[in-house]
């Protein structure tokens, strides 16, 4: 799952992973545990996150090829935010072969009004937006009752960098999976209403998969 942040990536996955029953591998969530945990990994990357700039390749690489190889992965995936670099796309061919690649697309304005709203669990991950989808109780998630927060890449100036990062590395990998004809763009700037607009686009892509 491709797209800048805020495009949604997170929070069509999570439905997708439902429908399907295959795994969402939310790479980005996957570094933020490990900050949280304080492992080796967590130590190393904590600036990069915190700055909204991307974790060396070799670090996603290593991490991405590891969380595959489980067996919850051998029937399929949602792989959300990776590969964000030619280095990881080239380097994801050589382990797992990717289907198809799901380009989300939408507005600066939507972009940042979603981002600027959004509130994760600590606990489980699960997605929210203060405006758009508000929890039943403010601060608290209505799947598992873990807190809400803010990121700490959702300061203006770190979601500012990630937008330049992403149109600096991450765009020339859109291209690279158009050019071997996996790209599939899809219009993420339906309102959360509208959701299922997005989920069907999804849905034509995938019909095909094994
Ligand atoms: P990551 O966590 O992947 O962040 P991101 O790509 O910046 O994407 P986001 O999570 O911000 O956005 P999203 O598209 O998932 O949107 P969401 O569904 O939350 O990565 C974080 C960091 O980890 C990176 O900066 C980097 O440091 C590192 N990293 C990760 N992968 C890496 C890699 N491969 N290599 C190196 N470093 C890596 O939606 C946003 C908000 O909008 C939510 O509040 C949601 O509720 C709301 N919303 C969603 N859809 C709608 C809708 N249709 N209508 C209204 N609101 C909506």
Same mark, same amino acid.
């Given at each position: 799952?491709? &797209? !800048?942040? &805020?495009?949604?990536? &997170?929070?069509?996955?999570?439905?997708?992973?439902?429908?399907?029953? %295959?795994?969402?591998?939310?790479?980005?969530?996957?570094?933020? #545990?490990?900050?949280?945990?304080?492992?080796?990994?967590?130590? $190393?990357?904590?600036?990069?996150?915190?700055? *909204?700039? @991307?974790?060396?390749?070799?670090?996603?690489?290593?991490?991405?090829?590891?969380?595959? #190889?489980? +067996?919850?992965? #051998?029937? &399929?995936?949602?792989?959300? /935010?990776?590969?964000?670099?030619?280095?990881?796309?080239?380097?994801? =061919?050589?382990?797992?072969?990717?289907?198809?690649? @799901?380009?989300?697309?939408?507005? +600066?304005?939507? @972009?940042?009004?979603?981002?600027?709203?959004?509130?994760?669990?600590? =606990?489980? *991950?699960?997605?929210?937006?203060?405006?758009?989808? !508000?929890?039943? %109780?403010?601060?608290?998630? +209505?799947?598992? /009752?873990?807190?809400?927060?803010?990121?700490?890449?959702? $300061? !203006?100036?770190?979601?500012?960098?990630?937008?330049?990062?992403?149109?600096?590395?991450?765009?020339?990998?859109?291209?690279?999976?158009?050019?071997? *004809?996996?790209?599939?763009?899809?219009?993420?700037?339906?309102?959360?209403?509208?959701?299922? $607009?997005?989920?069907? #686009?999804?849905? $034509?892509?995938?019909?095909? @998969?094994?």
């Amino acid at each position: 799952m491709l &797209g !800048p942040p &805020g495009a949604g990536k &997170g929070t069509y996955a999570e439905i997708l992973s439902d429908k399907y029953n %295959v795994p969402r591998i939310p790479v980005g969530d996957l570094f933020r #545990q490990a900050i949280k945990d304080e492992t080796k990994l967590g130590k $190393k990357i904590k600036k990069y996150v915190s700055h *909204g700039d @991307l974790v060396p390749d070799e670090m996603a690489i290593d991490l991405v090829k590891e969380r595959l #190889q489980e +067996d919850d992965c #051998q029937n &399929g995936f949602f792989l959300d /935010g990776f590969p964000r670099t030619i280095i990881q796309a080239e380097a994801m =061919e050589k382990f797992k072969k990717i289907d198809k690649a @799901l380009n989300f697309v939408a507005s +600066d304005r939507v @972009l940042m009004s979603r981002l600027s709203g959004r509130r994760t669990c600590r =606990e489980c *991950g699960a997605i929210y937006h203060v405006e758009n989808i !508000p929890p039943k %109780v403010e601060g608290i998630c +209505d799947r598992c /009752g873990g807190r809400l927060y803010k990121r700490s890449d959702e $300061k !203006p100036q770190a979601i500012k960098n990630r937008l330049r990062v992403y149109r600096e590395k991450t765009k020339p990998v859109i291209d690279y999976f158009r050019k071997k *004809g996996l790209l599939a763009d899809i219009d993420a700037n339906y309102r959360i209403e509208e959701v299922d $607009k997005v989920i069907s #686009q999804c849905e $034509k892509h995938l019909q095909n @998969l094994s």
